[in-house]
Nanobody
Framework: QLQASGGGLVQAGGSLRLSCAAS????????MGWYRQAPGKQRELVAR???????DYADSAKGRFTISRDNAKNTVYLQMISLKPEDTAVYYC?????????????WGQGTQVTVSS
């Protein structure tokens, strides 16, 4: 229901674009976003975007990463530039839907991003 792609190996300073294709019902969630998890660390939010297109970013991503969505393709993107070795992690696509008293999280399978120094 969430299919992430676009990871790979890149040198420091390089760029990558991640894509997350979602089923229609999930794409309409309150938030679509990207998390990442580096070895030995907790999963952390990188960026998220609302169904209306408002985005917010982790401090580490500000100025370098851009999240966007293509509503016609049910796809969310994460454009990453000026990549650093510390950006190395598995990146997960996420969707959050709020019910009257619940929060539902949907996760993609993860895509590896490796930045070499």
């Amino acid at each position: 229901q969430l299919q992430a792609s676009g990871g790979g190996l890149v040198q420091a300073g390089g760029s990558l674009r991640l894509s997350c294709a979602a089923s229609g019902s999930i794409f309409g969630s309150n938030y679509m976003g990207w998390y990442r998890q580096a070895p030995g660390k907790q999963r952390e939010l990188v960026a998220r975007i609302t169904s209306g297109g408002s985005a917010d970013y982790a401090d580490s991503a500000k100025g370098r990463f851009t999240i966007s969505r293509d509503n016609a393709k049910n796809t969310v993107y994460l454009q990453m530039i000026s990549l650093k070795p510390e950006d190395t992690a598995v990146y997960y696509c996420n969707a959050v839907r709020y019910g009257p008293s619940n929060r539902y999280d949907y996760w993609g399978q993860g895509t590896q991003v490796t930045v070499s120094s």
